[in-house]
């Protein structure tokens, strides 16, 4: 996951991909969803320049793992 602070957007690089599609779901800090993607593939990136600056949470789901990371939007 970087940059970590990010102007316009994020690269997400999935180590340990298995093939399996990967949803990804962008929250603000109030639990509200702002953002989602769905991707196929093990190097993403995630367009952000639409978001407000501040912290976010990043959720990511493939399979059966769930990982969730801070961002911060600048």
Do not use: C
Not at 51 to 63: D, H
């Amino acid at each position: 996951l970087y940059p970590n602070p990010a102007d316009q957007q994020i690269n997400l690089v999935l180590n340990d991909w298995n093939g399996q599609q990967t949803y990804v779901a962008i929250y603000d800090l109030a639990g509200k969803q702002v953002a989602e993607f769905i991707f196929n593939d093990q190097h993403n990136i995630l367009n952000i320049s639409n978001l407000n600056s501040g912290m976010y949470l990043l959720k990511v789901v493939s399979g059966k793992r769930t990982a969730v990371n801070k961002i911060i939007k600048r």
